[in-house]
Structures are given as structure tokens and as C-alpha cells.
């Protein structure tokens, strides 16, 4: 996976959790993985389609979600699943739209899917053509996990380039 | 929550918001903040089908609807609800608000985009631009705006 499509991932994550909490956040640690996605507490999943095509997994657990959720209400709310869930997802879709965004007025062409839970324990395994990369963030209300694996839609790509000789 | 000099209609009336997203959070966080404008929810809907059901039943002053939801996405159930009624008064709130999308969503009859996640402040700004002299700002004197 190439780095001009990472990095507004990562900066999109950074802004957005950065301003939603009111706090500051840092990148932790960053890893390319080739192994099958294991949850680590409630997961959100995108799945996004155009020239690029793929998934991002959101993950937090679900005391650090609870902390968002609090601290968007402002207000201490008792601990509830769905709670949980829902925060979870909003989470995913305000970064990864964000992140789309700045991809999208980079030229790039892309759907994005309504959020789905996400809640086997495995995800799909990614393949060298999918590659994921998986990212910390660290905010005042806990550790946010992200894991991107997307690839060029050659398809697409292919057409488009068949469309621009004709 | 930060409070804001309440914006009425010409009537002295609350305004009345229609809230369209499919995340229940999303819509809290929103009626949070129309509440500090001194507005009122007239309905919530979490699709676009159910949004233009909904605002055939409350007529609300604005309707801040989502873009990528289940069913019906919101582009399309803006340009229904314009279509059928030309004076809706319409603001598009979603995370993805690349040029393409931000455009379609006016020439499909939109007012208005405010990108996620949403601040107060813009919101309220974009709120009094899009409803002109149909609204009035009650003295902001106390008000954190």
C-alpha cells in the first residue's frame, strides 16, 4: 500500500479525534500486516469502492469508547452495547469520511459504505495485493486501533485508461 | 454545551429541525446542539426514505440530513423533498465532503454543507445564513456565541 494513501488516514484520524475529544492524540505505533485482522474490542468496519477499493476497520475497546460517548454528551452515560456500538461507528465514519475526502480532491474516486459492526473475532486476511496497515492512536480517553487494507482498482484504472486513448 | 443567542422564526417560534442520520449518536450530538440555538426537533429519520416521509409529516424549518446512509442516500432524498417541495430549506452535514459530493448536493437543490464532525459554531452560523430574514436572533446578550 503506498503512502499517499495512508497518510490522510492518518491525519484524519489525528484531527478528527483530536478535535472530537478536545484533547491532544499521538501515532502510535504503525505496522504493515499481512496476517488476518484479530478484534481487540468493538469494531466498526467501512468498506469503500472506486478507484481504490478496500475496508477499514475502527477499533476500540469499549471502556475508551464509552469515555467518547461521555465526553461528546458531556455528560457521564451509563455503559449500554448499543451506546458502544453506535459510538464506535460514528467514530469510523467522521475519520475515514475525512479521509476520503482529502483522497477524493486528490483525484482519487471513491464510495463510502455505511458503517457496518464489526464483530467477528477475525477479519479478513489480507493478501499481497491488500496489504493493512494497522495503527494506535493514543488520545486522553485511550488507545484507538485503525486497520486500512485497500488496493488500486485495476479494473477501473484500466478503463479509465482505455476511456482517455479513445 | 456552549449556549448561543436563540435563533426564532418570524413568528417568535422555535425552529424546527428535522434530523436525518443513520447513527443514533449522530443524532443525539445534533439535537444537543439545536437545542443550545433554541431550536426543536420536529422529527429524526435514519434513512432517506424515512426522511421524506417524515417531512411530509412535520414540515420542518431546516432539515440537516446525512449523506451516506442505508436505503436511500441523502443526495437523493434532498432532491426528492426539493423537488416536491422548492422551498425546503436543506443542510447536508456528513464526514465526506470532497468537492464532487459538496457540489452535487447543491445542484440537487441543497442550501448548505457543514462537514463532520460538526462544530457548534459553524452550525449555528450556517443555520441563520440559510434561513435569511425567515429568522430572528433573540438579544445574544449572556449567550456564548
Do not use: W
Request: net charge negative; charged share 25%; with cysteine.
Amino acid at each position: 500500500m503506498r503512502m499517499e494513501l495512508i497518510q490522510p488516514f492518518i491525519n484524519a484520524a489525528d484531527a478528527v479525534l483530536a478535535d472530537s475529544l478536545q484533547s491532544p492524540t499521538s501515532i502510535g505505533h504503525l505496522s504493515m500486516d499481512e496476517e488476518a485482522y484479530r478484534r481487540k474490542g468493538v469494531a466498526a468496519r467501512i468498506a469503500v469502492s472506486g478507484d481504490i477499493e478496500g475496508r477499514i476497520i475502527f477499533d476500540v475497546d469499549p471502556k475508551t469508547a464509552m469515555r467518547v460517548a461521555s465526553r461528546f454528551a458531556g455528560e457521564e452515560l451509563p455503559e449500554s452495547n448499543d451506546l458502544i456500538c453506535e459510538t464506535v461507528c460514528e467514530l469510523a465514519n467522521q475519520v475515514i469520511g475525512n479521509a476520503v475526502t482529502t483522497l477524493n480532491d486528490q483525484g482519487f474516486h471513491f464510495r463510502v459504505h455505511p458503517p457496518e459492526v464489526h464483530t467477528s473475532e477475525h477479519g479478513d486476511k489480507s493478501s499481497e495485493d491488500t496489504e493493512a496497515l494497522v495503527m494506535c492512536i493514543e488520545t486522553g480517553s485511550g488507545k484507538v486501533f485503525m486497520n486500512v487494507a485497500m488496493r488500486y482498482n485495476r479494473r477501473q484504472q484500466g478503463e479509465k485508461a482505455v476511456a482517455a486513448g479513445q | 454545551m456552549e449556549q448561543f443567542a436563540p435563533v426564532k422564526r418570524k413568528d417568535g417560534q422555535p425552529v424546527r429541525y428535522l434530523i436525518v442520520d443513520d447513527s443514533v449518536f449522530a443524532r443525539k450530538n445534533l439535537t444537543r446542539m439545536i437545542e443550545s440555538f433554541g431550536g426543536q426537533v420536529a422529527g429524526e429519520a435514519g434513512d432517506g426514505c424515512t426522511a421524506i416521509t417524515e417531512y411530509e409529516r412535520t414540515s420542518p424549518d431546516i432539515v440537516l440530513m446525512d449523506i451516506t446512509m442505508p436505503q436511500m442516500e441523502g443526495i437523493e432524498a434532498a432532491e426528492r423533498i426539493v423537488r416536491s417541495h422548492p422551498n425546503a430549506r436543506i443542510v447536508m452535514v456528513s464526514s465526506v465532503g470532497y468537492q464532487d459530493n459538496i457540489v452535487a448536493a447543491l445542484q440537487r437543490g441543497a442550501r448548505h454543507f457543514v462537514q463532520k464532525p460538526v462544530k457548534p459554531d459553524v452550525l449555528y452560523e450556517v443555520i441563520k445564513y440559510v434561513l435569511g430574514e425567515d429568522a430572528s436572533v433573540a438579544n445574544a446578550a449572556g449567550a456564548g456565541a
